[in-house]
């Protein structure tokens, strides 16, 4: 009976006993994922291209030039063999290519990863701590009880 009241006395011991909160640390990651996405601006390099005529020139009895034989000609890549006139013992000749556009765009995509780490301490507050007086108290009560539970565990072996 003696280890039953001692149980009773440990128990209402250590249920009055103070805790301890500790302050407890929060690690706090963020993750972002932001698309980029880059609109750029490229220009191509054309080559030179050129096209060639080779004739004989002669002068006739009036003095005028005319094209005794066309020797040879050659056409390049995008440019035509040049159409030659001969007006007034002027040569003239002319080859024409059309425009081009050499400007281009093209976008360019790709994910941007941004990881942000924060720390925080987080204070447990104690909103209705214990005072001293409350704790005497409360010692005075478990005494009592415990007073009692000899005096009935007495009673009882008697």
């Given amino acids: 009976m003696k280890r039953l009241s001692y149980l009773f006395l440990v128990f209402f011991a250590l249920s009055c006993s103070r805790r301890i909160i500790p302050s407890s ?3 706090i990651d963020s993750v972002f994922v932001k ?3 880059r609109v750029r601006d490229t220009i191509l390099v054309v080559e030179a291209d050129s096209s060639l ?3 004989y020139v002669e002068c006739d009895s009036l003095n005028n030039v005319r094209i005794r034989q066309i020797i040879s000609y050659k056409q390049g890549r995008k440019m035509p063999v ?8 002027i040569l003239t000749a002319k080859a024409s290519l059309s425009d081009e556009k050499l400007l281009f765009q093209y976008k360019e ?3 941007e990863l941004k ?3 924060q720390k925080q301490e987080i204070k447990v507050i104690e909103v209705n701590r214990i005072k001293n007086w409350q704790k005497t108290l409360m010692l005075l009560g478990a005494l009592s009880i415990a007073y009692t539970l000899t005096k009935i565990i007495k ?3 008697i």
């Avoid at 040049?82 to 013992?89: E, L, M, R, S, T």
């Fill in 53 to 55: 005529l080779k004739a």
């Fill in 25 to 27: 640390k929060v690690e």
């Fill in 109 to 111: 995509r790709y994910n």
């Fill in 155 to 157: 009673i009882i072996k």
């Fill in 115 to 117: 990881i942000k780490s």
């Fill in 82 to 89: 040049p159409q030659i006139n001969i007006k007034d013992n």
């Fill in 35 to 37: 698309t980029v996405e």
